[in-house]
Structure formats: C-alpha cells, structure tokens
T-cell receptor, first 110, second 117 residues
Framework: GQQLNQSPQSMFIQEGEDVSMNCTSSSIFNTWLWYKQDPGEGPVLLIALYKAGELTSNGRLTAQFGITRKDSFLNISASIPSDVGIYFCAGRRSARQLTFGSGTQLTVLP | DAGVIQSPRHEVTEMGQEVTLRCKPISGHDYLFWYRQTMMRGLELLIYFNNNVPIDDSGMPEDRFSAKMPNASFSTLKIQPSEPRDSAVYFC???????????????FGEGSRLTVL
C-alpha cells in the first residue's frame, strides 16, 4: 500500500499564482523525486533530490528534500495554463524501489 | 532518442480473454518496471527486472498476471484470463543504474489503457 501522504489531493488556482504541494511519510527516504503527468501520457521527471536539506530548482519549479528525510515539497511559481496536470512525489528507501504518492491534480484557471 | 515504447495504447477486451501488453525500454537501460495506475490505488509497482532478470514480483496481483523479459529490448505483461477489475492504465518504465547500484531515475512510456468488459 501507499506509504507516502501527498497533499493537497487537488488544487484550483488562478494563472500567475504560486503553488505548493508536499509529501510526508513516517519512514525515512534516501531519494525524493517529483513527476508530472499530462492527460494520456506517462509521468515525466521534473526534479530529483538526493540529500537531506537539498533545495533544487528547475525553471519555475523548486523542490526541497526535508531535513528529517521524511518529507519533500514542490513549489511552482507564476503558474501558467500548461502547468495543468497531476504531480506525483516518489521516494526511495534504502534498497527498495520507488514508492509513489497519490498525486496532486492541478488546475490553472485563466 | 526514442523513449520507452509501449503497445497497444488502448485495448478493449472481454472478460476471460488473454491480454498481452508490450514494452521496449530505452536502449542501454538496465532496469525495467511495470506499473499499474488506477484512480483508487494510484501507481502500483507490479514487477521489475534488472538485466532481464525478474527481481521483485511481489506487486503482481495474482497468478493471472505474468511478465517476461526475453531480451534487453523487449518485455511483455500478460493477463490470462482478464477480469473487469484489471481495467487500468499499465505503464512500463526503464532506468539506468543509479546511486548505490539501484535503479536511477525512471523514464515512463505513454501507457497502455486496458478496458475489460
């Protein structure tokens, strides 16, 4: 079953607004990844985080690996219509493969 | 470069029929994963291979599901017999070796949407 709690489940925002979503877990993770899935497509990697406290940006996207190693957040600044989609966090613990969060459905209103 | 290629993109079949989903990973990738996505359960790992060898199939729902990887450029996921509750989008993903010898970042195919009537 799912070991990551991702929130919020969905968001409706105005174009130009900033967005924040996060993932938490009761377990420690060694890697955090953030993916975006467009309708009818597979998830695409946005940002990868490998060290506790790491803060990484990719254009308007910024993600952080929580210092406790049990959480991560993703921020999107100045949202645009093409940001619409489902955003997934994914974490890896020790030798295990990735566990995915339940996703955040983002809708950007014009 | 071509990404992960999956076929068919869509399949509609009747309960009891055999379904075969196909995947061609990115050339040079050592890991191949099969995921299932549903609204209720999200993305679930079914099975993954390393160098064509199945490593963990604990996510395969039941004996009706089987997966093979006869060579480094091809894998199949078979459901026999199929049931309506198998309806989902099935994703194949591949990766190179990452940190600590584990799989690195996953690259997903576009998925195969299966509907079992």
């Amino acid at each position: 079953g799912q070991q990551l709690n991702q929130s919020p489940q969905s968001m409706f925002i105005q174009e130009g607004e900033d967005v924040s979503m996060n993932c938490t877990s009761s377990s420690i993770f060694n890697t955090w990844l953030w993916y975006k899935q467009d309708p009818g497509e597979g998830p695409v990697l946005l940002i990868a985080l490998y060290k506790a406290g790491e803060l990484t940006s990719n254009g308007r996207l910024t993600a952080q690996f929580g210092i406790t190693r049990k959480d991560s957040f993703l921020n999107i600044s100045a949202s645009i219509p093409s940001d619409v989609g489902i955003y997934f966090c994914a974490g890896r613990r020790s030798a295990r493969q990735l566990t995915f969060g339940s996703g955040t459905q983002l809708t950007v209103l014009p | 470069d071509a990404g992960v290629i999956q076929s068919p993109r869509h399949e509609v079949t009747e309960m009891g029929q055999e379904v075969t989903l196909r995947c061609k990973p990115i050339s040079g990738h050592d890991y191949l994963f099969w995921y299932r996505q549903t609204m209720m359960r999200g993305l679930e790992l079914l099975i993954y291979f390393n160098n064509n060898v199945p490593i963990d199939d604990s996510g395969m729902p039941e004996d009706r599901f089987s997966a093979k990887m006869p060579n480094a450029s091809f894998s199949t996921l078979k459901i026999q017999p199929s049931e309506p509750r198998d309806s989902a989008v099935y994703f194949c993903a591949s990766s190179t070796v990452g940190q600590g010898g584990l799989a690195g970042e996953l690259f997903f195919g576009e998925g195969s949407r299966l509907t079992v009537l």
